[in-house]
């Protein structure tokens, strides 16, 4: 999609304030500036992005743009990992109060006594921590390469935080390795029960069953695929099946009711992340004019995070997707 010309179907029906969609596209120009969003951000936000995608996908994107300022639409932890990858980039904060608490469930401290008790094993850190916990990792993944990056580690013995589902479903794809798993969660994929997704099931028995690896495992199980939210989006528009029941964020539904007129979606509607949803269009709008909040890390910080991050890049993805491109920037 070129949004140099505003679809004015679309904007209507979709973009609450066109005055702000013009602003920011014109700001962003004017600054050199390229825009960031994960799956999770509302539709109008998506539409301003240059880039959507999930945090492998957007992580690769941050480090290889060529503008000199990035507005990341997505929580603090994508916005910061954006700027380790990117140290002499300019990396802004769409919002930084949209932080996720998954990302605080652990501390560095916490991290560096699990590593003490366990000296031989290596550190698996997701993406959802924060840059002070990326110091301590071996490696860092995200929930396209998860179990790609622990099967391939040499250790036997490994420290995966923070995220109790994915460590879960890590352990049952690597049983060959002992899996120390850290107690954090999503509180978005983990409200999601068992008996809600059986009940779509019911009303719809044809439908496929995919499921986000941060939902808690008796929803794991029933899935037909385990996805990241870029995964997803691409199974569902490339897959011949037309009946899916999708077990993650909303609005991941809402592009692929959008994207796939013809085929049909069943979402856990409760499954809504407030936190990224904190990001507005106005929000967007001032950073661009004000090119804050900027994200600040300590030098040490970033040059002690960023290889545990490019071996996650390294690693690549395991599963389906790449970001989409929304826009000629
Ligand atoms: P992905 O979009 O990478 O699947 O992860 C979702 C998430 O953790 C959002 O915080």
Known sequence: ?????????????????????????????????????????????????????????????????????????????????????????????ANDKAKCPMAAMITPEELRTLK????????????NTTAECKCEMD??????????IVRSLEAEEVIFVPDQNLGDYVRKMVPEKTILIWSGFCSVHNM???????????????????????????????????LSTGGMITLAAS???RE??????LEVVNRMVEDNPDKEFYAVEKAYCRTQKKVKLENVLNTLETLSPAVSLARDVIDKARLPIERMLAAGRADLATAEVKHDT
Do not use: W
């Open 244 to 249: 899916f029941i999708v077990a993650t964020e």
């Open 239 to 241: 897959s011949k099946d």
């Open 1 to 93: 999609m070129d949004c140099r010309g505003i679809n004015p179907e679309l904007v209507d029906e979709d973009i609450p304030d066109l005055r702000a969609v013009e602003k920011i596209l014109a700001l962003k120009k004017e600054r050199n500036a390229v825009i960031l969003a994960h799956n999770y951000q509302s539709p109008e936000i998506q539409f301003v992005a240059d880039y959507v995608g999930d945090t492998l996908s957007l992580s690769m994107i941050a480090r290889d743009a060529e503008q000199p300022v990035i507005v990341f639409c997505g929580p603090d932890f994508m916005v910061e990992t954006a700027k380790i990858l990117a140290p002499h980039k300019t990396v802004l904060y």
């Open 116 to 127: 003490k008790n366990h000296p031989y094993a290596k550190v698996v850190g997701y993406i």
């Open 192 to 226: 999601i029960q068992k008996q809600d997704v059986l009940s779509l099931a019911q009303v719809h028995p044809a439908a496929r069953i995919i499921v986000h690896p941060e939902c808690k495992p008796e929803v794991v199980e029933m899935a037909d695929m385990v």
């Open 139 to 148: 490696v860092c993944c995200a929930s396209a390469n998860a179990v790609k």
